[in-house]
Structure formats: C-alpha cells, structure tokens
C-alpha cells in the first residue's frame, strides 16, 4: 500500500447528557442502596436509619445513628472507602460530559498517522510493497 493511498477511518462519539446523568443517577442509587442494606444487616439499624446513614456516608458527613457492632464497624470502614472512590467516579463522569462540550474537534488528518512529517510505515505496509 503506497504512501498516499490509505484510507482515512475516524468514529466520532457524540457525548449524550442524558447517558451521562442516568449512568451518575444509576451508580448513586446502587451505592446507597448497598449501604442501607449492609447497615440494617450488619449494624442491626432500622430501615430509616440504615438508609439515612448509608446516604450520609456517601455524600462524606457524619451518622446518625452510631454503629455499635463489630461486623457494622467493618462495613462501615469499608462502604466508606468505596463510596470514596465511587464518588471521584461520578465527578469523573460528570466532569467528561460537561468539559467535553468545549473540546474542539479534530479533522481526519490529525488522526491519520500517514499524513505527518514523521511517518513511519508499520512492518505490513513493508511487506504489501515488497510484493508489488
């Protein structure tokens, strides 16, 4: 395949803002729910609370109702550390689907290895020639 006959493939991807909030929505609801459920199973707490203290943990502010259990302290240690993680994942999110609007979009040759100055054919484009 000579130098100036390739073929130029580019996928565009548009960022959809409702996919960005239903998937933020989506990972908030799982992670709360997690949590009211490891609350009312390992720290004994009612529905309400176990629910108010999973939800206070994920936005990172203090219980309600202090875990008293051994097996409600461990999940709690570690719901904590996960809703960490899974809040820089939703800033993640948020942030890729709101700065994505001021990303100038690139024209095909900017992404086309071939149309620069340093090109440097690949080991197969060596081989097509060698058989021409």
Known sequence: MSRNTHLHIKIKRKRDPLSSILT?????????????IGFRIFAHQKWIDAFVNGALIFTA???????????GKVFMSFYNIISGIFALV?????????LGAF???ETEEDNCCCCQDNYVPNVFELLDEDDT
């Open 61 to 71: 502010t203090s219980l309600i109702e202090p875990v008293h259990t051994y097996q």
């Open 103 to 105: 990303k100038d979009e």
């Open 24 to 36: 933020v929505l989506f990972i908030i609801i799982l992670v709360v729910t997690v949590g009211t």
């Open 90 to 98: 939703l800033l993640g999110i948020i942030l890729s689907g709101g």
